[in-house]
């Protein structure tokens, strides 16, 4: 059974504070390893797909990693727009993903 | 963009009554998945449809069915429901057949049983 475990549940940063959230997994054939960003009442938004250790991936503010047990997602000088929930997500023996609890950031003026 | 769109936004519901979310995918989007996700919890995989056959089926209770049609839209049916039902119920498609492409959810669909 695939699962997903992300830390910490909860972070805290004020802006400009750089920091790293974290997701562990375990899965039979890793198909892809997926980050999302959730704002409250909305649905999650893709974020980046990795597919194997050592890839990277970046976009704004945010870079993601890939090891073969776990991904970081990177975030360099956030601001207070980048406050959400950040869910990790893989996708692996079964077709459909399964999902950590997520990773509520927020991030103060 | 298109994006995937649920109705209705939001849904209350008594206890024991019946329930149809639907779901309309992304344009040219064949696989549709339905997730549920209680309040503080992580989106639990429900079920999932590719070319209007069930592909896959996750922790799906009994009470609830759902189809995906020929203009690949889709619906959640939830009969008899519980207190334990109320949730926000997301729809994501794909393209592929569920080979792990990136799915695009929508703004989900807020249940509340009463």
């Known amino acids: 059974e695939d699962q997903v475990t992300q830390s910490p549940e909860a972070l805290r940063l004020q802006e400009g504070e750089s920091s790293s959230l974290n997701c562990s997994y375990t899965v039979s054939g890793l198909r892809g390893l997926f980050w999302y960003r959730q704002d409250p009442g909305k649905g999650p938004e893709f974020l980046f797909t990795l597919y194997s250790a050592g890839e990277e991936k970046e976009k704004e503010r945010l870079k993601a990693t890939l090891t073969k047990k776990e991904s970081f997602l990177h975030i360099t000088a956030p601001k207070p727009e980048d406050s959400a929930t950040y869910l990790c997500a893989v996708g692996g023996s079964a077709r459909q993903l399964t999902f950590g609890s997520g990773t509520q950031l927020t991030v103060l003026p | 963009a298109a994006g995937v769109i649920q109705s209705p936004r939001h849904l209350i519901k008594e206890k024991r009554e019946t329930a149809t979310l639907k779901c309309y995918p992304i344009?040219?989007?064949?696989?549709v998945y339905w997730y549920q996700q209680g309040p503080g919890q992580d989106p639990q995989f429900l079920i999932s449809?590719?070319?209007?056959?069930?592909?896959d089926k996750g922790s799906i209770p009994d009470r609830f069915s759902a189809q995906q049609f020929s203009d690949y839209h889709s619906e959640l049916n939830m009969s008899s429901l519980e207190l334990g039902d109320s949730a926000l119920y997301f729809c994501a498609s794909s393209r592929g057949g569920g080979n792990n492409e990136k799915l695009f959810f929508g703004s989900g669909t807020q249940l509340s049983v009463l």
């Open positions: 449809f590719y070319e209007k056959m069930q592909s």
């Open positions: 344009p040219r989007h064949d696989t």
